[in-house]
T-cell receptor, first 114, second 112 residues
Framework: DTEVTQTPKHLVMGMTNKKSLKCEQHMGHRAMYWYKQKAKKPPELMFVYSYEKLSINESVPSRFSPECPNSSLLNLHLHALQPEDSALYLC?????????????FGPGTRLTVT | GENVEQHPSTLSVQEGDSAVIKCTYSDSASNYFPWYKQELGKRPQLIID?????GEKKDQRIAVTLNKTAKHFSLHITETQPEDSAVYFCAAKGSSASKIIFGSGTRLSIRP
């Protein structure tokens, strides 16, 4: 299996809702990432997990809460989002080992906050 | 801080011609440079990458060159085809082993 999967594909939520995005990979990768991508912009790193531990938080607001339950799964819990948080949320994975840097992206969840 | 600049932002070429996209990076310690292709509504897809111990790498119609001294790297697509139309992002691995810095992207259009 050489794929990263994400659910749901689309999500519409109100500013008072709580929802979660899910990501799964079965490539044996031990680093997983959350990116946010606005239209016509590059992916913007949010969080990195390495060996199930949070290693990078790019000063993301606390209304975004990541979780890595095991080496194959990555969640992003959303609460009290703002309309400007509407974007494509991409998950990626890679080997965290020395010299193995290739990141593979999932198809993304398109989030709309109303 | 770490920065990757990418040019041009848009590029239109005749089908069959070549396309070149250029990037510069700021961190002299960067040693890994991937290129991603993103079609409309789809995920970024790794198409080729190069490491700092190599000056050039080729995969069929795609090639990447790296000039470490000048901190430049470029993507070359030859014999362009309609399916090459997409947004292309260059990137460079930053000081963290897990973090890559993306360029701003180039929208490539292939004219029939």
């Amino acid at each position: 299996d050489t794929e990263v999967t994400q659910t749901p594909k689309h999500l519409v939520m109100g500013m008072t809702n709580k929802k979660s995005l899910k990501c799964e990979q079965h490539m044996g990768h031990r680093a997983m990432y959350w990116y946010k991508q606005k239209a016509k912009k590059p992916p913007e790193l949010m969080f990195v997990y390495s060996y199930e531990k949070l290693s990078i938080n790019e000063s993301v607001p606390s209304r975004f809460s990541p979780e890595c339950p095991n080496s194959s799964l990555l969640n992003l819990h959303l609460h009290a989002l703002q309309p400007e948080d509407s974007a494509l949320y991409l998950c990626a994975s890679s080997h965290p080992g020395q010299g193995e840097y290739e990141q593979y992206f999932g198809p993304g969840t398109r989030l709309t906050v109303t | 801080g770490e920065n990757v600049e990418q040019h041009p932002s848009t590029l239109s070429v005749q089908e069959g011609d070549s396309a070149v996209i250029k990037c510069t990076y700021s961190d002299s310690a960067s040693n890994y440079f991937p290129w991603y292709k993103q079609e409309l509504g789809k995920r970024p897809q790794l198409i080729i990458d190069i490491r700092s111990n190599v000056g050039e790498k080729k995969d069929q119609r795609i090639a990447v060159t790296l000039n470490k001294t000048a901190k430049h790297f470029s993507l070359h697509i030859t014999e362009t085809q309609p399916e090459d139309s997409a947004v292309y992002f260059c990137a460079a691995k930053g000081s963290s082993a897990s973090k890559i810095i993306f360029g701003s992207g180039t929208r490539l259009s292939i004219r029939p």
